[in-house]
């Protein structure tokens, strides 16, 4: 899985997400209001159109901090942490400084009597300045506890999936081994490439659970049910419909064994519970800036609560999806008469 990096700037590869910048604007709100208040001393005092200046001012701000920042989001990503915050405050300030400059040649234009200087061009800098101050510390400082907080998800999610882990291999390496050992005295060439195959899909769980090729994650589950399908024979059938070029598959992200454990529980609650053939049919489609997954396996009702070891696997799937791609992210299970189908659909993203 892919980790937040505690040392560098994550938390400004995320201020371009509609989640964020809307918590941002609404707390900038109680800001703007508590600097009336604190400029007017009393609510009786305070105006409406000036609470509207100080909402406008600010959410400006704001909104060009985000933009510039979601912008360069690979320029801040390349720093430090403490780097990435200095070079944050930095531009905030700038905004600032522009801003009140735009603002005071604006009021010139408009028809100002006094002669244009360096005086009414920077009016207000200072207080301004202090005000972005105290802004640029209220905004890094929930970025920042945001990313703390990002940080323990993810550290909570990889332990609970080295746990998943730690239990799921040892019943898939002994079945796959025992399978291998039925094999060895009447097909040996099948033995050698199902070694081959639990070889590669066991690499790949014992790395880190990072973001992969959608390409590398379907080779990645295509070896997983070659071995099924040599221990399983005929009774599995496995159909792939892919809607989508082979650039597509290369660039689009997925995190690593996001699909492998869907198949499995695909086998594992439709095929092996049916005493006769069965197909599983996955479909992939890539669409308007959006993946879609869907897979269906038959099932009979009586095979529908789920072995634990196995739900979690699934919860973690998807908790392991909204981790990288947020809430856009779809994970959906349908039951029907006699097909199971499930559906994962996230935002499209380039590796």
């Not at 005000?131 to 940080?151: K, V």
Request: proline share 3%.
């Amino acid at each position: 899985m892919q980790q937040a990096n505690p040392s560098g700037s994550y938390f400004f590869t995320k201020i371009g997400q509609w989640q964020y910048l809307l918590e941002l604007i609404v707390a900038s709100q109680v800001l703007a209001l508590v600097l009336v208040l604190a400029e007017a001393r009393s609510w009786q005092a305070v105006e409406g159109f000036r609470v509207l200046q100080y909402m406008l001012f600010i959410n400006w701000v704001i909104l060009c901090f985000s933009a510039i920042v979601d912008y360069f989001q690979a320029f801040f990503a390349k720093f430090s942490q403490k780097t990435a915050l200095i070079l944050g405050f930095i531009l905030l300030q700038l905004i600032v400084l522009l801003t009140t400059c735009a603002i005071n040649l604006l009021q010139y234009w408009a028809g100002s009597n006094a002669v244009f200087s360096e005086t009414v061009l920077l009016h207000g800098a200072g207080l301004h300045m202090s005000y972005g101050i105290l802004l640029g510390a209220f905004c890094l400082r929930y970025l920042y506890m945001r990313e703390q907080w990002m940080n323990q998800q993810y550290s909570e999610l990889n332990a609970r999936i080295q746990a998943m882990q730690a239990r799921i291999h040892p019943h898939f390496l002994f079945n796959s081994l025992n399978s291998v050992v039925s094999l060895i005295a009447s097909d040996a060439d099948k033995a050698e490439n199902m070694l081959i195959s639990l070889s590669r899909l066991f690499r790949a769980s014992f790395q880190e659970l990072k973001l992969v090729s959608l390409d590398e994650e379907i080779d990645l589950c295509q070896q997983y049910l070659s071995i099924e399908k040599m221990r399983l024979g005929d009774r599995l059938t496995v159909e792939w419909n892919i809607q989508a070029t082979p650039l597509e598959l290369q660039q689009v992200t997925i995190p690593l064994l996001t699909l492998q454990p869907l198949l499995e529980n695909s086998i594992f609650h439709g095929v092996e519970r049916i005493l006769q053939p069965s197909v599983i049919s996955v479909l992939v489609e890539i669409l308007q800036n959006q993946v879609s997954i869907v897979i269906t396996n038959p099932y009979s009702r009586d095979t529908i609560n789920p072995k634990k070891g196995n739900g979690i696997a699934i919860e973690n799937v998807q908790q392991r999806l909204k981790a990288h791609y947020g809430q856009a992210v779809k994970f959906q299970v349908y039951g029907g008469t006699s097909l199971y189908t499930t559906l994962v659909s996230y935002p499209y993203q380039v590796k």
